[in-house]
T-cell receptor, first 110, second 114 residues
Framework: RKEVEQDPGPFNVPEGATVAFNCTYS??????FFWYRQDCRKEPKLLMS???SGNEDGRFTAQLNRASQYISLLIRDSKLSDSATYLC???????????FGAGTRLTVKP | GAGVSQSPSNKVTEKGKDVELRCDPI?????LYWYRQSLGQGLEFLIY????????KSGLPSDRFSAERTGGSVSTLTIQRTQQEDSAVYLC????????????FGEGSRLTVL
């Protein structure tokens, strides 16, 4: 089992739609969770951290379910500019690195 | 600039040659990471440096790969006797400290091994 797993997609949605991505992780002791965004042929950039109580940043909502070991990202009122690959990132406590999922590709169409 | 700088941005080499990739992190960032990303794939962890501590080399795929970080700043990733499967984008990232979550990535070095 991979340490961080994501549905690769692609997700093709119309503008204005609501879309949700899930990510599962294998190390139950993981403490820190994040969503990164990567545009085509660009470097990844932090989108938002994921807090235990869930958190919202504008149209984006992130949630953590420790019991089931998954995190989610919800995007409301999708914009064309949301088209990108969304990477789930987990920081296992026993490792020094940040473990990245393979990413979920989102395309928002007019 | 204030961001992470990587060079070269593109490198084409012949199988069997050695290559060096350079990363200049953001000033003051003590943590430095190397990842590689093959086409359409996620990021594969290679190596992590934190201050003056011994690096975490657990992600290096073979002994042909090595990295160093001089003076706690610039890092060089060396691949000896390159193979075609080494072709990928090599991404360097730095952060103020481990675990903060915000890794600042360079634009990457695209390596093509013919």
């Amino acid at each position: 089992r991979k340490e961080v797993e994501q549905d690769p997609g692609p997700f093709n949605v119309p503008e204005g739609a609501t879309v949700a991505f899930n990510c599962t992780y294998s190390n139950s002791a993981s403490q820190s969770f994040f969503w990164y965004r990567q545009d085509c042929r660009k470097e990844p950039k932090l989108l938002m951290s994921v807090y235990s109580s869930g958190n919202e940043d504008g149209r984006f909502t992130a949630q953590l379910n420790r019991a089931s070991q998954y995190i989610s990202l919800l995007i409301r009122d999708s914009k064309l500019s949301d088209s990108a690959t969304y990477l789930c990132v987990v920081n296992p406590p026993s490792n020094n690195d940040m473990r990245f999922g393979a990413g979920t590709r989102l395309t928002v169409k007019p | 600039g204030a961001g992470v700088s990587q060079s070269p941005s593109n490198k084409v080499t012949e199988k069997g040659k050695d290559v060096e990739l350079r990363c200049d992190p953001i000033s003051g960032h003590t943590a430095l990471y190397w990842y590689r990303q093959s086409l359409g794939q996620g990021l594969e962890f290679l190596i992590y440096f934190q201050g003056n501590s011994a690096p975490d080399k657990s992600g290096l795929p073979s002994d042909r790969f090595s990295a160093e970080r001089t003076g706690g700043s610039v890092s060089t990733l060396t691949i000896q006797r390159t193979q075609q499967e080494d072709s990928a984008v090599y991404l360097c990232a730095s952060s103020y400290r481990r675990g903060t979550g915000e890794l600042f990535f360079g634009e990457g070095s695209r390596l093509t091994v013919l």
